[in-house]
């Protein structure tokens, strides 16, 4: 496990997520965003094919593909020292930063805006930002 390992956990879906990597890349931390490759649509389209096999969700996630997957992610999160949460994101990244969190390991939430809905669960991260720069400071050991 690298200490400056930082898994960047966020949604396909989000644009600011390998900005966000090079910004921290920058820094000097080893990033890891490869699983932002697959593209905004991976998920739907995975859904859409195990449907079309006539596979059950509950099926899908035990196949070949799936099982890749999910170990290629699994590998990085246990390797990486910390990680960091970018949202907006869904289910997935919050089952990733409480596997992050339950290593013992740091999780930081950072927010593109104040939520509407508050959530006091929230609390079990590490510490949350509403700035780059709070965040970086703080992986950096200034705070």
Not at 32 to 43: E, I, R, T, V
Not at 61 to 89: K, T, V
Request: proline content about 4%.
């Amino acid at each position: 496990m690298k200490s400056n390992s930082i898994y960047l956990i966020g949604s396909l879906r989000n644009p600011r997520v390998p900005r966000l990597a090079q910004e921290l890349r920058r820094l000097g931390f080893d990033v890891f965003d490869s699983w932002y490759a697959p593209g905004k649509n991976a998920d739907d389209y995975w859904r859409d094919y195990t449907k079309a096999r006539g596979l059950s969700y509950k099926e899908a996630l035990r196949e070949y593909a799936a099982q890749h997957i999910f170990q290629f992610d699994l590998s990085h999160l246990s390797r990486c020292g910390s990680a960091i949460l970018l949202m907006p994101a869904g289910k997935s990244c919050h089952l990733e930063l409480g596997y992050m969190i339950g290593q013992g390991k740091p999780g930081y939430i950072l927010f593109d805006k104040t939520p509407e809905r508050y959530d006091v669960m929230v609390n079990f991260a590490t510490d949350v930002f509403f700035s780059k720069k709070e965040l970086f400071q703080t992986l950096k050991g200034g705070k």
